[in-house]
């Protein structure tokens, strides 16, 4: 074999720079692969986490809508209580009302017995006006005592607890009896169900004009005020029944 030539200054060099270049370029490939995958993750990681985003948010807001429509119904225990004594505090009154007037046409229907009512509620408003504390107190007899008309054929619970609910608000002294065991005032009390308040805040939601505005009765126009108590009453309690319900049979001695 012949003796390999010896590499020159400059040759060196040369090999140097090429190998150099050489790996240059291997680890410029290997960064832009690099660069690449992790651009690729980065973009998959942002999509999934824009889509967790969105899926978050819109869950947010379904769950914050629920709980507006919640708090919007929501009566705590203690304003419900009040609801319902002043309720039963004026309950007597209606259910001897109805004994009255079923006494004194024995074969009357329930919707014979509501016109009789309805004669009797128009009465109290040419009488008294339609904004005044004696109309409210008449509103609030005829429509507790439809519900005892209906009895247990009302169109369904929770419609049949708003006409109660907000019937005894319109009443004075059943409002008063609310605001004193809840300890709120009754402008607080009337909000919760849509009402407005007023400088003469009983007198001035007395009556009908009161149911009109917070079960959203459309205006009566000039049927006069006592039409829309007997409109929220056909609204919120259904179709009148046809029958009383059967008297309990007597007991055996």
Do not use: C
């Amino acid at each position: 074999m012949g003796k390999e030539k010896k590499q020159s200054f400059a040759d060196k060099i040369k090999a140097g720079i090429a190998k150099t270049t050489t790996e240059a370029t291997k680890v410029a490939k290997a960064g832009l692969e690099a660069a690449k995958s992790g651009a690729e993750i980065v973009a998959d990681k942002a999509e999934v986490a824009t889509k967790s985003s969105v899926k978050a948010l819109k869950a947010g807001a379904e769950i914050v809508a629920v709980k507006a429509h919640d708090a919007k119904e929501f009566l705590d225990d203690k304003t419900r209580e009040a609801l319902d004594k002043a309720y039963e505090a004026k309950k007597p009154e209606a259910t001897s009302y109805l004994k009255r007037i079923r006494k004194a046409n024995p074969d009357a229907s329930p919707a014979e017995i509501l016109l009789v009512m309805q004669k009797d509620l128009a009465k109290a408003e040419t009488k008294s006006g339609s904004e005044t504390e004696e109309f409210a107190s008449a509103t609030t007899l005829y429509v507790f005592t439809a519900v005892e008309v209906y009895g247990k054929k009302f169109k369904d619970a929770p419609s049949r607890q708003r006409l109660i609910d907000t019937t005894v608000l319109i009443d004075s002294e059943a409002a008063k009896i609310i605001a004193g065991l809840v300890g709120v005032g009754f402008t607080i009390l009337l909000a919760r169900f849509g009402g407005k308040a007023t400088k003469n805040v009983i007198a001035k939601v007395a009556g009908a004009g009161a149911l009109a505005s917070m079960l959203n009765v459309k205006n009566p126009g000039k049927k006069g005020a006592s039409w829309i108590a007997v409109n929220a009453v056909s609204t919120f309690l259904g179709p009148v029944p046809k029958s009383w319900p059967a008297e309990p049979a007597p007991k055996k001695k």
